[in-house]
């Protein structure tokens, strides 16, 4: 699980990171599902137009269209829209809101086991920060 969301040594360690910080929240997301009296949503907006993006070419925006994605970079309003649905919404078990619908979840992220999983290594991440903000 470490290994699994550490950055280092990794190309684009940026990307990666934020890809699997999306995964990470998303099976955090199904694991709260399980507790009683806790509800959870998980969203892909899709790929909003920010400054995060700002770096994809006009060509690479151009051919993303033209292959039918969609979604391919929408505007803020869109990403917040589908977000306000999924926060008010009855979610449908075992799937997340991805873009305007909504989408099942694979295995290993229903996996009660994983959930467990992520749960402690996120209490491990969590002290390990204050641990060092007393050193600061």
């Known amino acids: 699980w470490r290994k699994m969301f550490s950055p280092i040594n990794e190309k684009n360690s940026t990307w990666t990171s934020y890809a699997r910080s999306k995964l990470a929240i998303t099976m955090l997301a199904c694991h709260l599902n399980r507790i ?18 700002e770096a994809i ?3 690479m925006r151009k051919l993303l269209r033209k292959i039918g994605i969609k979604s391919a970079l929408i505007n803020a309003d869109e990403a917040a829209e589908a977000v306000v649905i999924a926060a008010n919404e009855e979610q449908p078990a ?16 229903l996996s009660a086991q994983n959930g467990i999983e992520l749960e402690k290594l996120s209490r491990k991440m969590i002290e390990s920060a204050f641990a060092g903000r007393n050193n600061l």
């Not at 991805?98 to 290993?108: I, Q, V």
């Open 94 to 109: 075992n799937t997340y809101r991805k873009g305007r619908k909504y989408s099942k979840l694979w295995p290993f992220v």
């Open 36 to 53: 009683k009296g806790v509800r959870a949503v998980s969203v892909d907006p899709g790929a909003v137009n920010t400054s995060m993006t």
């Open 57 to 59: 070419a006009p060509r």
